[in-house]
T-cell receptor, first 114, second 112 residues
Framework: EAGVAQSPRYKIIEKRQSVAFWCNPISGHATLYWYQQILGQGPKLLIQFQNNGVVDDSQLPKDRFSAERLKGVDSTLKIQPAKLEDSAVYLC????????????FGPGTRLTVL | DAKTTQPPSMDCAEGRAANLPCNHSTISGNEYVYWYRQIHSQGPQYIIHGLKNNETNEMASLIITEDRKSSTLILPHATLRDTAVYYCIVRVYGATGNQFYFGTGTSLTVIP
């Protein structure tokens, strides 16, 4: 079974630029999560999708971050404009069910904002 | 916010059992304990989870105390590839599904 795919693996941008990350979850997984992991810390949930609908985006900085999951499969997370403090690893995870199931993580995208 | 407390670091000799403790004193009756690990530059990897009973799979064993306020992850024969950060997580049921709140984890170093 293929795991969660993410791209790119690494991205370097300057502050105030825009960046987008892509995630393809495990086939058949209805729930998709985006996490932000700052160096030395555990992952922090940014947004959770159930199929193509947002069920929790309370931790998402909506003035600069946006995410979508068109057609309930792939998802894109965008940052516009980026700030220095956005430097982190952005992890995508998926689970079969929202309430009872294990989350499986992708390899992450490491973002460096200069 | 994380509902768990873990020691920041531990060492273990290769071939010996690694016992990683976790405190979750505010856990509720229907909340599961999950363990993940994160090897450098990779995403977190699922290890095991449990509710009340002890659990074992091909990777590890999970021992949960009777009052459920703490647990221990046991890697029976640690290898160098087990060097990683280990996260103990309480899965919280919110209005929107299950939420994982990661703390800072335990950095396990397996020593040759």
């Amino acid at each position: 079974e293929a795991g969660v795919a993410q791209s790119p693996r690494y991205k370097i941008i300057e502050k105030r630029q825009s960046v987008a990350f892509w995630c393809n979850p495990i086939s058949g997984h209805a729930t998709l999560y985006w996490y932000q992991q700052i160096l030395g810390q555990g992952p922090k949930l940014l947004i959770q999708f159930q199929n193509n609908g947002v069920v929790d985006d309370s931790q998402l900085p909506k003035d600069r971050f946006s995410a979508e999951r068109l057609k309930g499969v792939d998802s894109t997370l965008k940052i516009q404009p980026a700030k220095l403090e956005d430097s982190a690893v952005y992890l995508c995870a998926s689970s079969l069910l929202p309430y009872t199931d294990t989350q499986y993580f992708g390899p992450g995208t490491r973002l460096t904002v200069l | 916010d994380a509902k768990t407390t873990q020691p920041p670091s531990m060492d273990c000799a290769e071939g010996r059992a690694a016992n990683l403790p976790c405190n979750h004193s505010t856990i509720s009756g229907n909340e599961y304990v999950y363990w993940y690990r994160q090897i450098h530059s990779q995403g977190p990897q699922y290890i095991i989870h449990g509710l009340k009973n002890n659990e074992t799979n091909e990777m590890a064993s999970l021992i949960i105390t009777e009052d459920r306020k703490s647990s221990t992850l046991i890697l029976p024969h640690a290898t160098l590839r087990d060097t990683a950060v280990y996260y103990c997580i309480v899965r919280v049921y919110g209005a929107t599904g299950n939420q994982f709140y990661f703390g800072t984890g335990t950095s396990l170093t397996v020593i040759p």
